[in-house]
């Protein structure tokens, strides 16, 4: 939980290279990918923005997403929240194939098992911190006792005292720990994050992390972040690498980063 400041108690650092996979033997997979592509147009050629990415994803795992600019990282997040249509091959939510889904169902499952947090917080400026983590519970239907959930959530993340302010009244971290609430109060299994500390400062980014390493440790969330932060990386218990649409093995994309993801 929160301290009276709002400030998080951190983990312990995990190290870099881990396992291929914490899946068991005969356990679902959160998320899995079989040979996912996505290829746009660009005038007469054809970008490969993915290219056969494959993987496994057990449940309570914390994936960090590492890689360049540009190198398929928010795309491939956008395919595991059923935000983006793979090209080809199929991604798959704790058993249920989503790739072929309607925008409807797609937005079902994620109101009821994926949150996501955005770099850019994507709050609704004219509600107040309380109103925005009300929303997702609204577009399930369950509005009975929205207010109650919400304030709940805030207060699961050190913003109780800040729950009746609009967002240009919070700080970035604030506002990202709004968004964090919106993600997560609908109790969904799976959190995807997309640069979550990239708009922030240092000490604010550490406190995000921190948040992030108790909700995972304490909702045994399984969390996926896109990341060019080696903080984010260091705090995961596997690190997936991407290069130019493809996923290198730990080992490899420790060399290449020497060292440092």
Known sequence: MANNNGTIQANGPVSLVKPASAIGAGQQPAVEAEKLTRVLPLGEQQVHILNSVSFAIAPGEWIALTGASGSGKSTLLGVIAGLDTPSSGSISIDGVDITHMSGTALAGLRNRKIGIVFQSFNLISALTAQE???????????????????????????????????????????????????????????????????????????????????????????LIIATHDPAVAARATRVLHMVDGRLDTPTEALAASGGVL
Do not use: C, W
């Open 132 to 222: 925005n983590v009300e929303v997702p519970l609204y577009v399930r239907g369950g509005h009975h006792n929205a207010p109650d959930k919400a304030r709940q959530m805030l207060e699961v993340v050190g913003l109780r005292e800040r729950r009746g302010h609009r967002p240009n009244q919070l700080s970035g971290g604030e506002q990202q720990r709004t968004a964090i609430a919106r993600a997560l109060v609908t109790q969904p299994t799976i959190l995807v994050a997309d640069e979550p500390t990239g708009n922030l400062d240092s000490t604010t980014g550490a406190q995000v992390l921190d948040l992030f390493a108790r909700l995972h440790r304490e909702l045994n969330l399984t």
